[in-house]
């Protein structure tokens, strides 16, 4: 037997007398559960190569079994530094082994290498490993809903399955919850008691895009499984403040605005008693009211004994009008003025006592505006519209987005 195979057997017995492996095994770890959620999990398989003495070509393989003993898979690890390998070279081996089906399995490391050209191998003990289905989330409205606006808050559905074809998980919720976060940061409520279709309530802090997280976990055996977690983005937008200002600028621009120029006129009169030859001035002024005649009028007219004639001047009206009393034309044609009708300019008018009132001329004489909160110009109407189109726009917005915090 040469030096060589003496070492190799030498280092072989000083091993098993320590009662130690030369593999190292680093994942998975024994009795490990993997949740098989919509899709089957990748299990990593990394194993250490303990070698005291120089070695050649050290090579180490996964064999996989299942629960009865049979050969499911056998896995060659890496040490390259590819494919997830960390470092090239440093003894640790690195695979992965992605199950066909949800039960026990069995897993031994074998190890190979030369040293000095004579071929070596070591095994390491048996361990087991469980891939179990659990259920997994599910938002509902992800299709319809994945990059839409929200307000501050959202409600989002969520439904657990179970298995690829994604059907509705039935079975027993006491040992499942869920989990949910946001990117940003956001807050999270949970629904108090699970069901198999639940909602949950997401708050935003300022105006972002958000990716919204959730995922079932499983608690089997003392272990919490984690199924992977199901994402979808909204928009947290608040409604433009630019369509409110806007419509308070134009709101006020319509109060602001003058009201429609009415203008005011003057009416020049003269009351003439044929008796004496005598002539009285009149005049009617703006809105005002003149009383005509008696001794107690703004105009008396002497040994006048008639009733009294109130005129009236009204802002936009280029005649005055008769209110109170009776005139007929002078002329002796035509019929006789109610109250309520106008007076002509030019044409001359007989009281009751014979008197005669001659309109003269009536004359723009200044001008009123309207009360400011009619909107009786067309800018005022315009500004008044488009203010409240405006402001209507941002309340629409403001509850469109609290329409859709409750979905």
């Known amino acids: 037997m040469g030096r060589g195979r003496i070492s190799s057997v030498v280092a072989a017995l000083l091993i098993a007398k320590a009662g130690a492996s030369p593999i190292e095994v680093l994942a998975p ?9 919509r899709q089957a999990p990748t299990i990593r398989l990394e194993a250490r190569a303990r070698l005291t003495e120089p070695a050649e070509r050290v090579f180490i393989t996964a064999i996989i079994a299942n629960a009865r003993g049979e050969l499911v898979q056998r896995v060659s690890l890496r040490d390259d530094g590819k494919y997830g390998d960390a470092a090239a070279n440093d003894r640790v081996f690195t695979g992965a082994f992605t199950p066909t089906t949800a039960e026990l399995h069995q897993l031994r490391f074998k190890m190979e290498w030369q040293r000095e050209g004579k071929p070596a191998r070591a095994y390491s003990p048996f361990q087991a490993f469980e891939v179990v289905r ?52 956001a807050t999270v409520e949970l629904p108090k008691s699970l069901a198999p279709q639940s909602s949950i309530l997401y708050k935003f802090q300022k105006p972002s895009k958000y990716t919204l997280y959730v995922n079932a976990v499983l608690t089997y055996k003392g272990q919490r499984i984690a199924t992977e977690a199901d994402s979808m983005t909204v928009q947290y937008a608040r409604p433009n403040n630019g369509w409110f200002i806007g419509g308070v600028f134009a709101l006020l621009l319509a109060l602001l605005l003058p009201g429609k120029r009415i203008p005011l006129y003057t009416h020049e009169m003269q009351a003439i008693d044929p008796k004496l030859g005598t002539r009285y001035s009149v005049e009617v002024s703006s809105e005002q009211s003149v009383r005509i005649g008696s001794r107690d009028a703004d105009y008396p007219l002497p040994s006048y004994t008639g009733d009294a004639v109130v005129l009236q001047a009204r802002a936009g009206e280029s005649q005055v009008r008769l209110m109170e009393g009776s005139l007929t034309p002078a002329l002796g044609f035509g019929e006789s003025l109610s109250p309520g009708d106008a007076l002509t300019p030019g044409e001359k008018y007989r009281l009751g006592n014979g008197t005669t009132l001659e309109y003269i001329e009536a004359y723009e004489n200044g001008a009123r505006h ?38």
């Open 29 to 37: 770890k024994p009795d490990a559960i993997y949740g098989w959620g």
């Open 134 to 185: 659990a259920p997994y989330a599910r938002f509902l409205n992800k299709l319809d809903q994945d990059g839409a606006s929200v307000g501050a808050t959202t409600r989002q559905p969520v439904a657990l399955l179970i298995g690829d074809s994604e059907a509705r998980y039935t079975g027993a919720l006491d040992n499942l919850s869920l989990q949910a976060q946001a990117e940003p940061a």
């Open 370 to 407: 309207t009360n400011r909160f009619l909107p009786n110009t067309p800018p005022k109407a315009i500004a008044l519209l488009v203010g409240i189109a405006l402001v209507a726009y941002y309340l629409y917005q403001h509850y469109q987005l609290q329409q859709l915090a409750q979905l």
